[in-house]
Every structure is written in C-alpha cells, then in structure tokens.
C-alpha cells in the first residue's frame, strides 16, 4: 500500500459508505471469530475494524462510549451493578466505572483478541482495566446472561458488532428473555441500535423482539458517529415497565469531564425527529 | 461503470470519506463555475455533486434544509424577506417559503446550472420556485449583497458550498459587512459552517470574520447530514446584537409539516457538546 491511501467500509445494508485515510496497516489477527485490523488514519488516530466494518477511531470514538453509558447510568435511580456484553475495547467500561456508585461492572466479549488490540492500540480506553469493580471475562455472551443469577442486574449494555456473524445472537427474543430475567425490576437494558437514518427497520424489529422478551418501555436516542455508516447512530433504552426519569439533577452534577455526553444532551437526544418518532409509533 | 459502483468523496481537508453505491451516472455538465454530476443510487435516490462533492441526495437532503431554514425563520420576531445566497437546489427556497409570513424570498446562485439539475432530478425542492414570493436570480451573491439596499432584509442565509472555489468569497469579513449592511437591526444572518467534529477550526475563523463585519452574537447549531463528510453538519446564526429569543410555541403550532425539525431539536441543537462549546469559547 502507497501512503497515505484511503480505507473503505462499503455499507451494503444501506447502500452507502464511510472512509478514512490511512498511512499504514498496523496489525491484522484472524481470531476464531473474526478478523481485527488496526490502521493508522492520517487524521483520526488508530482505527480498528472487525470483519472490515470500521469499530473505533481514536478520534471519535468518544460520541459511541459516552452515548452507550451514561444516559442509561443517569436514568436508573442508583446503578451498582452492570453488565456489558461484548465492548472487548473497554470504552464502555471505562465509561460506566466513571460513576462511583458503581459497585461492579462486568464486560464479557467472546473475543479475547478485540481487548488485546484495544490494550495496545486504544491504551486510553483501557485505563480502567484494572479497577478493582471491573470484571473483564472473554466468553459467550449468550451464555452469560443465560446463567446470570435472576434479578442480579441494574444495567445491561449490549455494546455488539452489527447483527450478523458473531452477533447475531444478541438481536433476539431469546437473548433479550436472558436479560430480563437476570435484570432486577427497576433494571434497563441498552443495546447498540444502529443508524436511524437508514435502518428504522432493525430499530423496529429490535424492539419488537425485545417486547416479547417483556420489555414494555423503550427509548431510542440518536446521536452523530462519523466511524459508523451515515455518521449518525442510536443506543436504545428497554425497562421492564417503568419510564425513563432522568436524574438530571444527578447528570448536571456528574463527578466527571465528558467531551459530548451533557444532562442538555441527554434531554435533547430524547426529543426524536418526526420521521423517527412516526416509524417508531412514538408520534 | 459496471453497475452498481461505489462513489466516494475523499474529503482531504478531514482526512475522511463518504460514498453511496450507484447504479448509473445521469448526467454531467460543466458549467462556467464548476462541474455538476448527477448519479442515481440504489438506496439514496439521486445524488448530486459538485467538483466531486456531494451535495443533495433526495433522501437526506430533508436534514439540510431544514435546519439552514427554520430555526432562524422562528428565531427572528417576524421574518419578511429572505435572501438565500447559492442555494440553487432550491430545497432551502422551499422550507423558507412554507413560513406563511415571508413575503419575499430572493434565492441568488451563481449558476444556473445547479438550478436546472435540480429541477430535472429533484423536482421535489422545486416545488416552490412558481410561488409568487420567490425570486430566483443566477447572479454572483457576493455583488448581490454588495448592492443590496442598506437595512432591507430580515434573513440572510448563505446556503454555499465548500469554502474553496467559487464559494471562498462567501466566508470572508467584506462579504459579512455587505450582510450586515443589508440586514435590518434585528435581522439574521446564517451560513452552513461545515463539521463541526473536525472544522472547529473554520468555524472560529467564520465566527472572527463574521464579528469583524460587527456581528456580536453567534449560534452554532449541529445536525446529522450523512452526505457530508463526517455525517455530522453545522450552521450558524449572526446577529448584531440581540441574543436568540427563540419563538417556541409559534414553533410548536408551526402550520406545515416537517421530517427532522421541530421546536425540541431546534431545543436540543441549541445545547453545544463540551468539546464544541470549549473550542467556540461558550463553556
């Protein structure tokens, strides 16, 4: 490769795509999942792509980590424990261990492999890998929250790739029926739920599958990831059966610096646009 | 080209990409200004680029327009006459003229070109360019302000393209001054100010011009575009000395529809992320 060249991720779901230029490949492993790549971009840091989907940037990665935690963390009454399945770059992790009423966070990736790259070239976002809350496993996602003791959970967050290969699993009735139960009453999960631009299809679908889990309440908040195709992305909220109170006292207090996530954000990201809100039935 | 294809934008200045799969080119024309292609997607509709960028696609073209339009037209008490300097899609003419209290609407593109593809392949925005409060005019807007009569207009906006080429003119201190000798006491001026994840920088340059020109309060307000580098856009509004008294509930009984707009994202937007509030000197 002659430098800098440009990177592609070719979307085929949505027919669009999102690119980086690049000066070198770093480093490529073939896990027995998936294969990792880490560029060096020329403007963005490091980027890492599982499968040739671009995962993270050094650059942008903060609007995804910041989104997936703390809206969720300043809406449950008093988190102290949480789950995240998948989220093997530990941003997440260091996200939701931001919050000192968290008593324990487990991050369980099935790939091993996704952590050691992020160790090496995310070192940032494995800065609290070795809090004493943190609990870091490599194993079946699937599996975990299968046999996650019932009513043991204030938060799940499922920080996944898209729902195919690996991760497919996690998109399900199934799946979200294992969250559930392990959840406590007041508990929420948070999936990753793609572009609301182009893939209200799949937030639909996703919501669907998540009420015949029991879910009854959801929440899907928009917000921008020049990494992930369109540049605009959504987590989505799932309760049991309460709404979503935000502390928002709590959130404009927060003990920590964020670089987007702010109790301002927050409100405004839960005020959709009509063409999301008409498709979601929210309108 | 074997269809379908990928077509990107390398945006250099970023060190970004974006792109759409396309099944076919439509069109080309090299007009005296730039060169004007007009590509058909397989999932965007159509796209339009100018000197390789692209500009509108008929599906998220929506995003774009409407926020360079309404939240000035509810910002200002009374808005009567619109300048829009480029434009020439005509997609901002139309968000602009569905304010029933705008009597004049002057859209002034250097090139008729981009007017004449817009109407073949997006008439949709075109829809408007009959009403009798439009005038559409192909002249150079950097003269058209310039000879604008002194304190005649309520809204300026500079719906341009990248600060490079024929649009440079249009981001500089003499063009500001001529906008600001335009515009009534309380008028608005609001100009597309590009990324603001990665063009901090142009948008503080932007803001230094625009004060020179004696405009003394800003607003920065974000919004997903996918079809611009990053997927993340801005605009920001000028005034000469007034705050930005947002006139929300004739916001909320707004007598037309809209796709993204509303007075909560017109809300939300208005409340920056720290790491563009910080970098704007507004934290």
């Given at each position: ?9 070719n979307f085929?779901?949505?027919?669009s ?7 070198a ?15 060096e971009?020329?403007?963005?840091g ?11 940037t050094?650059r942008?990665?903060?609007l ?18 949480v ?9 997440t ?15 369980c990736?099935?790939?091993?492999q996704?952590?050691?790259m992020?160790?090496k070239?995310?070192?940032?976002l494995?800065?609290s890998?070795g809090?004493?809350?943190?609990e870091?496993?490599f194993?079946d996602g699937?599996a ?8 043991s959970v204030d938060?799940?967050?499922v920080?996944?790739t ?5 991760a ?6 199934a799946f ?5 139960r ?6 929420i999960l948070?999936?990753?739920s ?9 937030i ?7 009420g ?14 020049p ?13 049991k059966g309460?709404?979503?109170d ?8 927060k ?7 702010t109790?301002d954000i927050h ?7 009509p063409?999301?809100a ?6």
């Open positions: 490769m002659t430098a800098p060249n440009w990177l592609y991720e085929e779901t949505a027919g795509a999102i690119g980086f230029r690049v000066n490949k770093l480093d490529e492993v073939q896990s027995p999942f998936q294969k990792i790549e880490i560029y971009s020329t403007d963005w490091n980027v890492m792509l599982i499968d040739g989907a671009m995962m993270v050094t942008d990665n903060f995804y980590h910041e989104m997936m935690s703390h809206p969720a963390l300043f809406t449950h009454a008093a988190p102290k424990t789950v995240i399945i998948g989220g093997g770059d530990c941003g992790l260091r996200e939701v261990l931001r919050h000192p009423g968290v008593e324990k966070a487990v991050q990736d099935i790939d091993e996704v952590t050691r992020a160790e070239y995310f070192p940032e494995c800065e890998n809090d004493p809350r943190a870091i496993l194993d699937i975990y929250m299968a046999n996650c003791a019932p009513g938060i799940v967050i920080d996944s898209d729902p195919v290969g690996p497919e699993g996690l998109f399900n009735k979200f029926e294992s969250c559930h392990a959840l406590k009453d007041d508990g948070v999936q990753q793609e572009s609301p631009l182009v893939l209200l299809e799949l639909q679908a996703m919501r669907a599958e998540m015949k889990a029991g879910f009854t309440t959801f929440q899907t908040l928009p917000f921008p990831q990494c992930y195709p369109t540049g605009w992305w959504s987590c989505t909220l799932a309760r309460q709404g979503f935000f502390r928002e006292a709590d959130a404009r207090a003990p920590f610096e964020t670089l987007y996530y109790a409100k405004g990201a839960q005020s959709l646009p063409f999301v008409k498709a979601l039935g929210e309108s």
